[in-house]
């Protein structure tokens, strides 16, 4: 059989995206390659949400344009996702990478099949990028990389357009599938194993199909699903974060302890200017709810240090509010900015050093937030669904409690894909340890 490799960048959707691709092509005849050198058809999909994952992809395809460079390279190599909807990249594609097979969008994902092979049979380059569409994409059958949880799209695209974000211009416009195809598929999903899902859109919150029905009335419909056990959700905006939803916190016994509510600044001025359409005292009041309708709620959020015009003040801001939230974690980003955003053309960029500081002055917060958060599961026993094998050694597994703690297990026994009890022991600032009970 033919090999297929797939290096994914980026978010969840990309992930659950490259689940797509791997299904199509396993349904092509392809079997996966652990090593890309070894594939026959190499996909490349890639994330344009900051500066850092564009260069990795660039070195990453530079590697491979060395290689056929210097000996008769024939695997065909693909290039897909959030990078090629934007201009300048199918430009640099074009210029410094012509060499590429197979050119695709997030909106044309389910033209793949077609694309690969009228390069197999032509032997012409392919290119299918369509921006803004209105049709929500069909969702295939997909190569799981977990047996036991998966991915599910329930949105796709976004119409907030903050002001630093490219993502309403690579993923198009907010579109919603349909309320009974989301549980239908969740509750195949759970017949075949699955006992935790990830309900996936840029704003889950503002599902609504066509019928009227709601993000929080697909919660309620699938916390009802026999089988499966957690029920988890990414990404939301306070702004469409409802007392609905809240009141889910309360009464879905499925639905994770458990909310990743970015913030990205702590300053109403600075959120007025990232076009984020809430303001510090609105998120205060939802984080207080949230607490209210569930008190050992975990909550996590993204941060942007530096964004242009930030003042010392406005970044304390930022600082008090961590404080006063007391996240379990944070993803911190340094602003890069993001060519084709409103954003990146403001005349008052931070220079790197000062946002260089402000990053490092963040992080010990965060940090010490987190590692206070973990220390108060300390010699308490937990519920962790194990993903897989730990990093730390050969007799140790890995997974994530239901406020979304990641806990390294030891265990003499094979336990990935199960519902375990587990013994603190010692609790880290990124991790906390176990002992299977």
């Known amino acids: ?26 349904g092509m005849g392809y079997e996966l390659s652990e090593d890309p050198y070894k594939a026959d058809v190499v996909v490349f999909n890639t994330c344009s949400v900051r500066e850092h994952a564009d260069k990795r992809f660039y070195g990453m395809l530079g590697q491979f344009k060395k290689r056929r ?9 693909c290039v897909c996702g959030c990078m090629p909807q934007q201009p300048r990249v199918q430009e640099e594609i074009k210029k410094s990478f012509a060499w590429v097979d197979v050119v695709f969008g997030t909106q044309t994902i389910g033209e793949f099949p077609r694309l690969l092979n009228d390069r197999i049979t032509t032997g012409k380059k392919q290119f299918s990028i369509t921006a803004n569409s209105t049709v929500v994409p069909d969702e295939k059958d997909s ?9 599910v799209n329930i949105t796709y695209g976004c119409n907030n357009f903050c002001t630093y974000c490219i993502v309403p211009y690579t993923r198009g416009r907010e579109k919603s599938r349909s309320f009974f195809d989301v549980v239908n598929e969740v509750k195949k999903l759970a017949a075949d194993g699955v006992i935790e899902v990830m309900l996936l859109g840029q704003n889950v919150n503002s599902f609504i199909d066509d019928e009227g029905n709601t993000f929080p009335a697909l919660v309620r419909e699938i916390n009802k699903i026999n089988g499966l056990e ?19 916190y309360r009464t879905c016994d499925k639905l994770c302890k458990h909310i990743h509510l970015p913030v990205q600044s702590g300053s109403s001025s600075v959120l007025k200017r990232m ?18 309708a569930c008190p050992e709620i975990a909550i996590t959020t993204d941060i942007i240090v530096g964004f242009p015009g930030e003042s010392e ?15 379990d974690s944070a993803f911190t980003f340094i602003y890069s900015p993001r060519e084709g955003t409103p954003a990146a053309g403001f005349n008052d960029q931070i220079p790197y050093d000062v946002k260089h500081e402000r990053f490092e002055r963040l992080n010990e917060i965060v940090n010490n937030c987190s590692l206070k958060k973990n220390e108060k599961l300390s010699d308490k026993t937990v519920k962790v669904l194990v993903d ?11 997974g994530r409690t239901d406020g979304f703690k990641l806990v390294n297990i030891s265990s003499g026994r094979d336990i990935i894909g199960q519902l375990v009890d587990v013994k603190i022991t010692d609790c880290k600032t990124f991790s906390i340890d176990g002992i299977l009970v």
Not at 313 to 327: I, M, N, P
């Open 388 to 398: 897989g094998a730990s990093s730390k050694d050969d007799k140790s597994y890995s």
């Open 143 to 151: 190569k799981r990389l977990h047996k036991h949880k998966a991915l």
């Open 230 to 248: 957690r029920i988890r959700f990414m990404t939301s905006n306070p702004k469409d974060l409802s007392e609905d939803l809240i009141d889910c």
């Open 1 to 26: 059989m033919k090999k297929y490799h797939i290096i994914t960048f980026g978010c969840q959707m990309n992930e659950h995206d490259s689940e797509n691709v791997a299904g199509m092509l396993e």
């Open 275 to 292: 076009n984020r359409r809430y303001d510090r005292e609105k998120y205060i009041d939802i984080i207080d709810k949230l607490k209210e």
């Open 313 to 327: 003040e406005e970044f304390k801001d930022t600082l008090s509010l961590v404080e006063y939230v007391g996240y």
């Open 69 to 77: 460079d210097e000996s008769k390279d024939t695997r065909i190599v």
